[in-house]
Antibody, heavy 121, light 108 residues
């Protein structure tokens, strides 16, 4: 059974850097079959796709992040991570990590439980 | 950027009734559209991909249809556990993905 477990600080100060990690069990981030994604959901709002990383380190980001976001992968720990710099209150959200098929055909079939991040001084 | 518009924003129905949810794309996405269900306090769950293919373990009462710019998610007979928010996601513009604003199916 594949599981994704997100972790990171629940409170970040404005202008600082948000760092989240997703630990994968039951699958390997280096298997090459999937892309590893981050999605967020502001309080009371809808879903926003943030970006993904492949096993080889290829990344793609939502332009709305305006180059503030970086997704990385650590195959030795079977983890992938999200860093978001210069955060503001608008970055307050539940952050989900997910396993994505990496193609147009399918979708994100396994999700983490979500990590709540609040940006506040 | 492909924009997805979901309607209605809220659908008030009773258990046993049929639910019809709409997702309209700002340009053609062919059949590269997925649907997700999200219950309060939970992560989204993949229901449908490629517009009409049910994901593993999804009950047959869920069905998807459409192509191009207009898509429909139908729940043939609402069960109590189906009251949730539903999101569509376009995958035509891979690797740039986007979600619709969601439709909440609530108990009437």
């Amino acid at each position: 059974q594949v599981q994704l477990q997100g972790s990171g600080p629940g409170l970040v100060k404005p202008s600082e850097t948000l760092s989240l990690t997703c630990t994968v069990s039951g699958d390997s981030v280096s298997s090459g079959r999937y892309y590893w994604s981050w999605i967020r959901q502001p309080p009371g709002k809808g879903l926003e796709w943030l970006g993904y990383i492949s096993y080889s380190g290829t990344t793609n980001y939502n332009p709305s992040l305006k180059s503030r976001g970086t997704i990385s992968i650590d195959t030795s720990k079977n983890q992938f991570s999200l860093m978001l710099t210069s955060v503001t209150a608008a970055d307050t959200a539940v952050y989900y990590c997910a396993r994505d098929s990496g193609s147009m055909l399918r979708g994100a079939d396994v999700w983490g439980q979500g990590t709540t991040v609040t940006v506040s001084s | 950027e492909i924009v997805l518009t979901q309607s209605p924003a809220t659908l008030s129905l009773s258990p046993g009734e049929r639910a019809t949810l709409s997702c309209r794309a700002s340009q053609s996405v062919s059949t590269y559209l997925a649907w997700y269900q999200q219950k309060p306090g939970q992560a989204p769950r993949l229901l449908i991909y490629h517009a009409s293919t049910r994901a593993p373990g999804i009950p047959a009462r869920f069905s998807g249809s459409g192509s191009g710019t207009d898509f429909t998610l139908t729940i043939s007979s609402l069960e109590p556990e189906d009251f949730a928010v539903y999101y569509c996601q376009q995958r035509s513009n891979w690797p740039q993905l986007s979600f619709g604003g969601g439709t909440k199916v609530e108990v009437k």
